[in-house]
């Protein structure tokens, strides 16, 4: 797997890539939402890097011997903690963690894989407050 530098956008994109396909399941509702949450400007790089970043993560799935195409997250436990690692910046994390939120729920299912990103960044970022502050405050 490629490294990013630390609070890249990069990196940050990867994590947003890894979501997309942490279902088993690249589809054309999450690219379009994408486009419509304008990710790549929230991620601070061009429409084309983050299809870029993409397309090496998806490349790098790929070649690697640890890629399990089902329900399940795409990456071990290992690896997915290594690339939440690249993003420390509580900004960054949020932004991204919303972006993961949105793309996964965008089928109106969250699949296991797609829970095991969140969940872990979740927890490996100590953002548990907020993202119950944000189911609260959307239930009201």
Known sequence: MRRYPQNSPLAAARIVAL???????????E?????????????GIPRETLHAVMD???????SSKQLAWADSCPVD????KELLAEVDDPSLRRT???LCVRVAEV???VAEGESIVLVT???QW???????????????
Do not use: K, P, W
């Not at 690219?31 to 991620?43: I, N, V």
């Not at 100590?126 to 009201?140: I, K, N, P």
């Open 31 to 43: 690219l379009a939402l994408l486009d419509e949450l304008a990710a790549h400007e929230r991620l």
């Open 96 to 98: 991204v963690l919303d």
């Open 107 to 109: 089928d109106g299912y």
């Open 56 to 62: 090496t993560f998806y490349e790098d799935l790929i």
């Open 77 to 80: 436990e290992y690896t997915l």
């Open 121 to 123: 960044a979740v927890e």
């Open 19 to 29: 979501t997309t396909v942490a279902d088993g399941d690249l589809n054309r509702s």
């Open 126 to 140: 100590g953002l548990q407050r907020e993202r119950l502050a944000m189911v609260a405050t959307d239930c009201s």
